[in-house]
DNA sequence: GCATGATCATGC
DNA sequence: GCATGATCATGC
């Protein structure tokens, strides 16, 4: 059967396999011993459903060549499970991850004789509905998207992905593998394989050892497809139709970057809004919108890729007032959990911003420019302190008592809370009003001026 | 002037 | 109703 597809065969079996399950698939003689399977390896098993349903759904034969699974249509097959949340919605459960990054031989590698895009150039992404109740054997497939990486350049999801490998690998090649981080890219990141920090690769531009790390489609990334797919995608992207395909970076620059010098006076008048009324508190980032041509703050491209962008304003003497808050913490749960799968940890490692920065002068406040930024990793250990000092005090009593501001030149704990009465119960200090963490102005000021 | 606590404002 | 971005208010 192996390779006698063609693509549009693939589109077409695929297509009727949506809602079908393994169960349905599987011939009733071949069911027995798979059970059977399930109950020694349990339900986890990593990439048992891939390898059903690539032998089940398409008729392949399970094999360990480097080559594609659709040999003749050149099409690698990635299936990748979605859950529902409480509320019901539907999400991807986890990042889809490819093969490994060699650091010692992808930096002579480009984009075009990549081992990445030799073995993924026409991507089939399944998407399967997974639950923790049912039997794999009953997960749905909801989803199939085909992505072309060879030759679909004018899809801007091509130009950002291949941006963001050139920038992974860039890193690699000045020595730097060891201080990567997913957050660093849009779409295609490159996420930690690494069981613990011990578990290391050489890289050939330095004597530290790195993580072990896989290029991966962001659970972010793919939570867009899904919505896309389903049709119930709101967001909207910043590409235009029939303008021609641009990376994050570009469309930044096109947009933000040709109004850099301009006041809130002038991109109001330039906006055509009427600036004698009352300013409202979120002015600025009105006036962003309305240069990025988008009209709500979901913006596509920035969801793909996990980026949050804020608006903020630095005094005339370039210090920058406010701290930047994430998202508040439950006291029962944080106390639960290990520092990797912290909301903070992975909102450090995974999320990136854009700055849009206006500066104060002269009486009025001029937009003066826009700037990517990750947090560092060489800056985990001290965020961790911090965390880890929250999470003692909370459990010892002492909620009412968390890091403050000069405890740490990077990260403290304040309210973040509609007013006094919004709280949230902890183990030993009754009801404490909501809080987060906050990365320190001072510290992001210092950052950005690197 | 800054730390800290508190709240406003908006959109989902 | 709530999460989140953004900023205000107070007191040392």
Redesign the pocket.
Known sequence: MRGSYSKQDVLVRSQSLINQTLRNLIPEEGLDGIEQQISIYGTNRKGFWGDLIEKYGYGLENDNLASADFHEAGIELKSTPLIKNKSGAIRAKERLVFSMINYMTVVDETWETSSFLEKNRLLLILFYLYSKEANLLDYPIKHFKLLDLLSDLSESDVLQIIDDWNHIVKRIRAGEAHLLSEGETAYLGAATKARDSNDTRPQPNSPVPAKKRAFSLKQSYLNVLVQQLSGKD??ESLNKQNEPAKTIRQLFEEKIGALVGKNEEELATLFEIDIKM?K???????L?NIALGV????ITELIKANM??????L?ESG?L????????FKYMDIIHQRWEESGFYKALTERSFVF?I?RKQEGTIVLESFRFWSFPAEDLEEAERVWRLTVERIKTGQA????????SRIA???????????TLTTPLNGEQ????F?L???YIEKSLNK
């Open positions: 709101t967001s009352k409202p508190k979120n002015f600025r980032r009105l962003v009209r709500s703050n979901k949050t962008l804020k608006v903020i304003k005094e210090k007032a406010e701290s930047i808050s994430f998202p508040v849009v206006f009412d008592d968390l890091p403050k501001i000069r405890d403290h704990v304040r309210p973040h809370a509609r007013n006094a009465s919004d009003v909501k809080k987060c906050w320190n102005a001072k």
